[in-house]
């Protein structure tokens, strides 16, 4: 199983609700990354878990919360999100952190197919 | 510091000409390197990566990249595009504040047209 997968596909809320995307590998990667991408744009890293501890937030705001309950599932949690936040919502996975080349692994990252969000 | 420059924001070629997309790369030792393509409302699927073995990687779809420690690039090349090959690709390379993460160029457009 060399699969990503996040669900919901599509998600549509409203700035005072409550909602979580999920994300789900079975590859015994130890590493997992949420990525925000708007249109015609690059993926911007938004968190990373490194064995099960978020070890990099790139300056988030706290509207949005990751949750890692075990090394296959990865979480985000919404909450008073803005319009501005619409975008494609991309989990990936790395068989572990990032090092170094030649010291260990190389940072190929498996992508899901991502959640499309809409805030209104 | 690490950092990845894509050369070109678009790149039209007419179905049944070759494909050239740019990446060069700063680094101050021998990275990994990786080619991502994005079809429109998907995910990001990897096309090739190159981790030190052979200079000249093959990946899917007949696309291929070469290392140049030299010039510091690792262009993305096909010899004949099909309209299937219209998507979004992105050169990647592990950069590091701190600790590393995988940093995206900023993406090349490829239109191919009939």
């Known amino acids: 199983d060399t699969e990503v997968t996040q669900t919901p596909k599509h998600l549509v809320m409203g700035m005072t609700n409550k909602k979580s995307l999920k994300c789900e590998q079975h590859m015994g990667h130890r590493a997992m990354y949420w990525y925000k991408q708007k249109a015609k744009k690059p993926p911007e890293l938004m968190f990373v878990y490194s064995y099960e501890k978020l070890s990099i937030n790139e300056s988030v705001p706290s509207r949005f919360s990751p949750e890692c309950p075990n090394s296959s599932l990865l979480n985000l949690h919404l909450h008073a999100l803005q319009p501005e936040d619409s975008a494609l919502y991309l989990c990936a996975s790395s068989q572990g952190p990032v090092t170094p080349f030649g010291t260990g692994n190389t940072g190929e990252l498996f992508f899901g197919e991502g959640s499309r969000l809409t805030v209104l | 510091a690490q950092s990845v420059t894509q050369l070109d924001s678009h790149v039209s070629v007419s179905e049944g000409t070759p494909v050239l997309l740019r990446c060069n790369y700063s680094?101050?030792?021998?990275?990994?390197l990786f080619w991502y393509v994005q079809h429109p409302n998907k995910g990001l699927q990897l096309l090739l990566k190159?981790?030190?073995?052979?200079?000249l990687v093959k990946g899917i779809n007949g696309f291929e990249a070469e290392f140049k420690k030299s010039e510091t690039s690792f262009h993305l090349t096909k010899p004949s595009a099909h309209m299937s090959d219209a998507a979004e690709y992105f050169c990647?390379?592990?950069?590091?504040?701190?600790?590393?993460?995988?940093?995206f160029g900023r993406g090349t457009s490829l239109i191919v047209h009939p």
């Open positions: 680094s101050s030792y021998s990275p990994s």
């Open positions: 990647v390379v592990p950069t590091s504040g701190g600790s590393y993460i995988p940093t």
């Open positions: 190159y981790t030190s073995a052979a200079t």
